[in-house]
């Protein structure tokens, strides 16, 4: 008997566990780890497998574990995860740029001979194995979204890549209970991608990469390293960043995770322009005649609003600014991260680009105070090496090595975009790449169109019309002489037979550009311009 009667109890002590597990689901073993209070997606706190799969069902680790995705919305998964409830945004997260690197890799291309434009439908997802392929499987693809969430570094938030969308609705700081998923997207979540290139985040927040170089001045007291090793100089930051303004309260929904698979580049997707805030004449939409897509962001405006309540749109795709507040006495923006808000400066009808002969001029061609700029570059490509390959995600043959030099972060030149406006740029590259597939090097000298995020007060009228590096002609010494300007180089002549830092020339000679239909001044723009008669200076 009592043996028979200890059988029976032990069975159901092992049923009742058995029954608890199954319907404790994944917390009767992972605690404490449910979400917390606040998380928005709290109600789902018995159902982990909506967004990490797996079986919840299974009354084994292996089997409950099986098909279970640790980090759910990258893009194999996303249509099982966070696409289930957030359908509209997973496929132009796919297809976006952020995902596809589609202006990276055509251009890569494009600087590598490969195609004859700098734009076409690569993808970094779909990389094959040429020279330019091959850099970017090194060297450049871990960034995209497409990239499983791992890091680069040991340390957060520069090193972290990939993700999907995790890449930037999980927040970098968390302890053991579960991450909290936000749709306040901080500024760290943008640094470990973009600070590189054009390093729009470390320009910002006034951070200036330098080479070692730097550490030979009689003061570097302003130097310093960033998490990753990568020494910067302390510059002044941008005045919107000075302003507690994080990228979010600029950039918006649509031109972040809005339909981007028709744009080649990163700058024709952005939604936000300087004027949609400081001089925006677009018509209003009340709160009424809130565009349906956006309907969730009506629940974030930030102050009182009825349904008659004005609401700012920007020029490019008419998107509210539901953060900016439109008041008689003046418009406020209501910072999304750290709360409060600022009133928000109207252009001056006598500002100067306002003007005529201005009318060409953009914002950041004046208001930019200084921008990253490399003048000298040399790739070369060891076949006997190995390195780490972002598409294959192993080591493999093959390594690229690259050394630079020239390295300044002041006023860049100006130029001509496709759109025909000023704007600045900086050297997309000036290089020498080497590979033995081919006979000799390849000498590449070109610039890219860029915002560079460094806003502040504008440029005099001497700073550009009589600058010869605003001008593009690089550093050296413009003069007037026997009725004509001249302007000697400060530096050697490359093999292209343009100054080392050159973006034209006074006799028509020009770098390529990184866009169709971008350009440097042609010799009639650089005359007018620097016909321009200054304050307290002879006409010429």
Same mark, same amino acid.
């Given at each position: ?27 009767? =073993?992972?605690?404490? *780890?449910?979400? @917390? ?69 055509? @251009? ?101 990469? @330098? ?29 919107? *960043? ?34 949609? =805030? ?47 507040? @439109? ?46 700029? =490399? ?166």
């Amino acid at each position: 008997m009592t043996g028979s009667l200890g059988r029976v109890f032990a069975g159901g002590v092992l049923w009742f566990l058995l029954a608890a597990h199954a319907s404790a689901d994944c917390l009767s =073993c992972h605690q404490p *780890h449910g979400p @917390v209070a606040g998380d928005p997606h709290a109600f789902l706190e018995d159902r982990c497998s909506s967004c990490h799969l797996g079986d919840p069902d299974a009354l084994e680790a292996v089997s409950a574990h099986t098909g279970m995705v640790v980090s759910p919305g990258q893009s194999a998964d996303l249509d099982a995860t966070c696409g289930v409830c957030h359908s509209a945004h997973a496929d132009t997260v796919r297809s976006g740029l952020m995902h596809t690197g589609r202006g990276m890799t055509n @251009v890569t291309r494009f600087t590598f001979g490969e195609q004859a434009t700098p734009e076409g439908h690569g993808d970094l997802s779909e990389l094959g194995h040429s020279p330019a392929d091959s850099l970017l499987r090194k060297l450049c693809a871990s960034c995209h979204l497409g990239q499983p969430l791992h890091q680069i570094e040991t340390v957060q938030p520069i090193g972290k890549r990939g993700g999907g969308c995790l890449a930037c609705h999980l927040p970098h700081v968390y302890g053991p209970d579960h991450p909290v998923l936000t749709a306040k997207v901080g500024d760290e979540q943008c640094v470990g991608c973009h600070s590189r290139s054009g390093r729009v985040a470390l320009n910002y927040a006034g951070l200036a990469e @330098v080479d070692d170089t730097a550490l030979r001045r009689p003061d570097t007291s302003r130097l310093g390293y960033l998490e990753d090793g990568r020494l910067i100089d302390r510059h002044a930051p941008d005045v919107h *960043h000075r302003a507690g303004l994080g990228c979010v309260d600029c950039h918006t929904i649509r031109d972040l995770m809005g339909p981007t698979d028709a744009f080649m580049h990163g700058s024709d997707a952005v939604d936000i322009q300087c004027r949609d =805030c400081h001089a925006n004449t677009q018509p209003r939409v009340r709160l009424a005649d809130w565009p349906g897509d956006l309907l969730p962001l009506k629940s974030r405006i930030p102050f009182a609003a009825d349904d008659d309540q004005p609401f700012l749109v920007t020029q490019r795709r008419g998107t509210p600014l539901w953060h900016v507040e @439109v008041l008689p006495e003046g418009n406020r923006l209501h910072r999304k991260l750290q709360g409060g808000s600022v009133a928000i400066p109207p252009i001056d009808d006598d500002h100067q680009s306002e003007q005529g002969a201005h009318e060409r001029v953009t914002c950041s061609a004046c208001h930019s105070q200084w921008a990253p700029q =490399c003048y000298g570059c040399h790739m070369s490509y060891d076949p006997e090496g190995r390195q780490w390959d972002h598409v294959e995600r192993e080591i493999t043959p093959g390594y690229w090595q690259e050394a630079r030099w020239g390295v300044r972060n002041d006023r860049p030149p100006l130029g001509v975009n496709r759109h025909d406006r000023i704007v600045p740029f900086i050297p997309g590259m000036i290089r020498t790449i080497e590979h033995p597939d081919w006979d000799e090097p390849k000498f590449r000298r070109l610039f890219a169109p860029v915002s560079p995020h460094t806003t502040g007060p504008g440029l005099t009228c001497a700073q550009c019309h009589r600058s010869p590096t605003a001008l593009g002609l690089g550093e050296g010494l413009l003069s007037w002489r026997d009725g004509a300007w001249n302007f000697e180089s400060a530096h050697p002549v490359q093999v292209d037979g343009m100054p080392e830092d050159s973006f034209v020339t006074l006799d028509g000679r020009q770098a390529e550009t990184t866009r169709l239909g971008a350009r440097g001044f042609n010799p009639g723009e650089l005359r007018r311009i620097l016909g321009a008669t200054l304050s307290g200076e002879p006409g010429r």
